[in-house]
C-alpha cells in the first residue's frame, strides 16, 4: 500500500491532561517479526484516566519516562493489516481485519532498558501503555501481541467498524461472567460438579447503570436468568435501560427491573422469595457496595467486584461466617483474554450482542482529549468511538448505531 511518512497520534508525556498531545509522527515502520495496520476505529475506555492520573507509576508504563518516551493511547480498536514483516507472511495478508486483545500475557521484548530495572519480574505488557495504542491512524502490532496470540480476526468482513471496536470492552464483560462459579449435584450422594457463568433459571444482581454495567445486563441475557436487577442512584441511566435492553431481555424470557437502589433491593427480596441474588456484579468501584453486596447474596452465590477500587481504599471486611456457612464466593476480574475477544466477535456476528445500543457518540481522532474529558466528568452515558482517518469532526450523538449509520458518518466525514 501506498502509505504516508506522518501519521496524527494521540500520546502523552507525562501526568494529567495538559501532557496530552495530538500531534503528528512519523509512521511506524514494521521489522521482520512486526506487522503494521491501519486503525479504523478506537473506543475511548474509562482507564486512560488512570494512566493520565499515574504517568510512569502506572503498572505496565512501570517506570518508563515519558516525557523520552511518550506512550500512545488507545486500548479498544480495530485494526486492517497495512504491511507486514517478512518472517509472518504466511500468517497475516495484507487487507486482513483484526480486533486486538490489549492485555499481553508477555514480557517485553523491545527496550527493556526503558522499564524500571530493565523490566525485571515484568511478565505482561499492554496496548495502548507500554506498548503503541490504537490513538493513531496507524499501529506498529509488535511481537508480544503476536506471541500472546492477541491478534483476533475478525469473522464476518461485512462488521462495522464501531462493532469490531467495542469487542474489546464487551469482552470485559464476559470474561467477568465467566468467573461465577456455582455448584452442582444431582442428589446428595452425588459428586459435586462446577460450572461458570451465571446461574440459569437464577436471579442477578447488577449494581451500576453505567458503561460497563449496561454491557453485563445485556451479556447476562445468554445465561438465560429468570430475572435481572440492574439499580443505580441516576434515573436517566436506569431509563435507558429499561428502553433499551427491556424489549431484548423480554425476547430471552428474563424479567428485567431498573430501579434505584432502595427499590432495586425491594424487588430482589421479590424476585427470590427472600432468598437473595444467585449472582452479583458490582460494576462499581464504590466501597460501601462492595460490602453492603454481600448480604444481598443467596446460600451458594457468586459476588463478583467488577468494579476496581482506588489504592488505599482497596481492603474491605469480609464477611467469613456466609463464606464458611452459606458457601458464598467472591470474585472478581480485570480485561479479559485472547478467547474472551474471540467469544465476543462471535456472538456480535452472531447477532446475540448488539454494540450498537451502547454507542453514545462518535468523531474525529483529534477530539480523543475532549473525549476523555467527557468520560472523566461523567457527561456522557455510553461508549465514544474515534475515526482516526477522518476528517477533524466534531463528537456527534450516536444512538443505538448501526451499520448505515456508520457508512454514511464516514461518508460525510471524509
Given amino acids: ?68 518516551y511518550p506512550a500512545q493511547l488507545g486500548d479498544e480498536g480495530c485494526i486492517t493489516i497495512v504491511s507486514v514483516g517478512k518472517n509472518l507472511r504466511d500468517r497475516f495478508p495484507v487487507g486482513k481485519r483484526y480486533c486486538i486483545q490489549p492485555a499481553v500475557d508477555h514480557p517485553p521484548i523491545n527496550h527493556r532498558e526503558r522499564f524500571r530495572n530493565n523490566a525485571a519480574g515484568m511478565l505482561k505488557v499492554a496496548v495502548g501503555y507500554c506498548l503503541p495504542g490504537h490513538f493513531a491512524q496507524y499501529i506498529l502490532v509488535t511481537e508480544e501481541t503476536i506471541a500472546a496470540g492477541c491478534l483476533l480476526p475478525i469473522p464476518d468482513e461485512s462488521m462495522p467498524f464501531f462493532a469490531a471496536a467495542l469487542c474489546e470492552p464487551i469482552s470485559c464483560a464476559i470474561s467477568g461472567q465467566d468467573r461465577h462459579i456455582h455448584i452442582f449435584q444431582k442428589t446428595p450422594a452425588s459428586p459435586r460438579e462446577a460450572r461458570i457463568g451465571l446461574l440459569p433459571g437464577g436471579v442477578t444482581l447488577i449494581v451500576g447503570a453505567g458503561p460497563m454495567g449496561r454491557m453485563h445486563a445485556e451479556a447476562a441475557l445468554r445465561f438465560k436468568p429468570r430475572a435481572i436487577i440492574v439499580i443505580d442512584i441516576a434515573e436517566s441511566r436506569l431509563q435507558w435501560v429499561r428502553d433499551v435492553l427491556g424489549p431484548r431481555a423480554k425476547a430471552a424470557g428474563a ?13 430482589l427480596r421479590t424476585s427470590s422469595n427472600g432468598l437473595g441474588a444467585d449472582d452479583i456484579i458490582v460494576a462499581v468501584g464504590v466501597r460501601d457496595l462492595q460490602i453492603r453486596a454481600q448480604a444481598w447474596l443467596s446460600r451458594g452465590g457468586t459476588l463478583n467486584l467488577f468494579g476496581g477500587l482506588k489504592k488505599g481504599e482497596h481492603v474491605i471486611d469480609l464477611d467469613t461466617l456466609r463464606v464458611h456457612y452459606d458457601d458464598i464466593r467472591v470474585v472478581g476480574s480485570s480485561g479479559g483474554s485472547p478467547a474472551d475477544i474471540a467469544e465476543t466477535l462471535r456472538i456480535v456476528a452472531a447477532g446475540e450482542f448488539d454494540p450498537g445500543l451502547h ?23 455510553g461508549k465514544i468511538v474515534l475515526y482516526p482517518h477522518i476528517r477533524p469532526t466534531p463528537l456527534t450523538p450516536a444512538k443505538a448505531w448501526k451499520g448505515g449509520d456508520e457508512q454514511a458518518f464516514l461518508k460525510t466525514s471524509s
Fill in 1 to 68: 500500500m501506498n502509505l504516508p511518512k506522518t501519521m496524527l497520534a494521540v500520546r502523552l508525556h507525562g501526568v494529567g491532561f495538559e501532557n496530552l498531545k495530538v500531534e503528528q509522527v512519523p509512521v511506524p515502520v514494521p521489522n521482520d517479526d512486526q506487522l503494521l495496520a491501519r486503525v479504523d476505529a478506537a473506543g475511548v475506555c474509562a482507564s486512560n484516566l488512570k494512566i493520565l492520573a499515574q504517568g510512569n507509576e502506572h503498572t505496565f508504563i512501570n517506570g518508563i519516562d515519558l516525557a523520552k
Fill in 359 to 381: 454507542m453514545s457518540m462518535v468523531g474525529s481522532l483529534d477530539k480523543a482529549p475532549r473525549a476523555l474529558e467527557m468520560v472523566k466528568n461523567t457527561e456522557t452515558e
Fill in 255 to 267: 424479567a428485567l427491573h431498573a430501579l434505584t437502589n432502595e427499590a432495586g433491593l425491594a424487588q
